[in-house]
């Protein structure tokens, strides 16, 4: 394919414009051009408007044309939220789960996260490797681009660096881009139960310089809960990653009410992920500052926990994003279809919020809304065409993917 790309007759060519997180009544807004078209040269945006407008300014037989044939076309989706490389599964544990258990009470016995760094430290990078590529084959399938992938299922040193090396080398073999995060502080390992502070100075002292001198990940996470990370002990790690150059996420007030979403306002995070329980306060400060507020919809299904109240954070003002939480353990699918389900049916958002949850402002939860995340001039061609005419379709069409055509940096990558 040439490296210029026209795609035109978009039925709808939903553009999400904006190079920032959209906040409140802002996510309503899509930015749809009827018949639109795209050029694209050098796996860059160049020019954006109705099929008119661009074949009056630009010569079709210069370009290599994709016609989208009266479907709707958008921005690639941006999982904001994954943990992509790990060894092992859970299928087991799951199955403990539908019986009655709770995500927590596993953890405390020795099994869930603990479980997945065992495997994890087994497996040697070409597993991870191979495992990682099959599952950003899955995720490129249902429309992803851009994918953010955390460390955290080894807890020593050699094996944190290890998942970080192997989603760089993920980053460079495969079409999807993957954002890295070192979450060291996912869970305490068992060589070090009761000792907690200590832990956190091991990864403060010992690896997380590390990771950052080696350029390794570009955000560090910590999962803030009762029985895991106190705010305290979240808010020493966090703000020392922060001093040495690392963004910062944060797992906030998943399953109990801590103050997650407080602290993440506090510290300038650039997300705050899951709430669930977040606090009035919480939701209030969030939708004062420019934390995005990452909802996990398919992590409550899969816990059978109740929804964040992602209704009354938009209404609040704050800016949603969705992602999947894809993990071995409390949320296993990749699917992009399910979260679209979950957050218009379950959580009562429109569609229209839902897709800007999952576009400008996924990029802005992985710090690139000036990069991707809408179909603007100057931003990477990441663009996906669906097999329908209407962007309506994507929850309509209840948990099965409406993608047609990837096409990632400017190339088809998915057909
Ligand atoms: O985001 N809550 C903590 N971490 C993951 C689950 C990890 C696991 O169970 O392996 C989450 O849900
Ligand atoms: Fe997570």
């Known amino acids: 394919m040439k490296n210029k790309i026209l795609i035109k007759n978009a039925s709808e060519l939903v553009t ?22 795209v050029i694209v040269e050098d796996g860059v945006i160049k020019a954006v408007g109705t099929t008119e407008e661009i074949l009056n300014k630009y010569k079709e037989a210069e370009y290599s044309v ?9 921005p690639g989706f941006v999982d904001s939220h994954t943990h992509l490389v790990f060894g092992g599964y859970r299928a087991e544990e799951f199955s403990w789960r539908l019986r009655g258990d709770k995500y927590m009470d596993i953890m405390k016995r020795g099994g869930g996260i603990a479980s997945s760094v065992k495997s994890t430290r087994e497996a040697s990078k070409q597993e991870l490797m191979e495992a990682g590529l099959k599952r950003l084959n899955s995720m490129l399938s249902f429309g992803v681009t851009t994918v953010e992938g955390k460390s955290g299922y080894g807890l020593d040193f050699e094996t944190e660096i290890k998942q970080l090396e192997v989603a760089k080398e993920l980053n460079d073999a495969h079409p999807v881009d993957v954002v890295r995060t070192f979450m060291g502080a996912h869970a305490v390992p068992q ?7 200590e832990y956190i100075d091991f990864i403060i002292e010992s690896v997380l310089p590390n990771v950052a001198d080696k350029k390794l990940a570009e955000f560090c996470d910590v999962f803030c809960e009762d029985n895991v990370f106190s705010i305290e002990q979240s808010r020493k790690l966090l703000s020392k990653a922060k001093e040495i150059g690392l963004a910062l996420k944060i797992h906030a007030d998943e399953i109990v009410q801590l103050g997650g979403a407080e602290l ?45 109240r992602g209704r009354e ?10 992602a999947t939480d894809f993990n071995p353990g409390s949320c296993f699918t990749e699917s992009i279809p399910l979260v679209f389900a979950l957050a218009c049916i379950q959580m009562n958002l429109s569609i229209e919020e839902a897709i800007t949850a999952l576009t400008i402002n996924g990029a802005a939860a992985v710090n690139r809304a000036e990069e991707i995340g809408s179909i603007d001039i ?14 309506k379709f994507i929850p309509y069409h209840v948990g099965v993917s409406t993608v047609e055509k990837v096409i990632k940096n400017g190339e088809l990558v998915f057909d």
């Open 378 to 391: 100057g931003k990477k061609a990441d663009i996906i065409i669906l097999e329908f005419p209407s962007y």
């Open 264 to 308: 993440a306002v506090e510290l300038g995070a650039v997300s705050a992920d899951h709430l669930l329980q977040a606090s009035d306060e919480g939701i209030k400060a969030m939708a004062e500052s420019s934390v995005v507020a990452t909802l996990l919809p398919c992590t409550a299904f899969s816990l059978k926990e109740s929804y964040a």
């Open 66 to 74: 994709i016609d989208a044939g009266g479907k709707a076309v958008l």
């Open 16 to 37: 999400c414009s904006g190079f920032k997180a959209k906040h409140g009544s802002e996510m309503s807004d899509l930015h749809v051009i009827n018949d639109g078209a």
């Open 191 to 197: 060589e070090y139960k009761g000792r907690e502070d």
């Open 313 to 322: 954070m938009i209404d609040s003002g704050c800016a949603v994003g969705l």
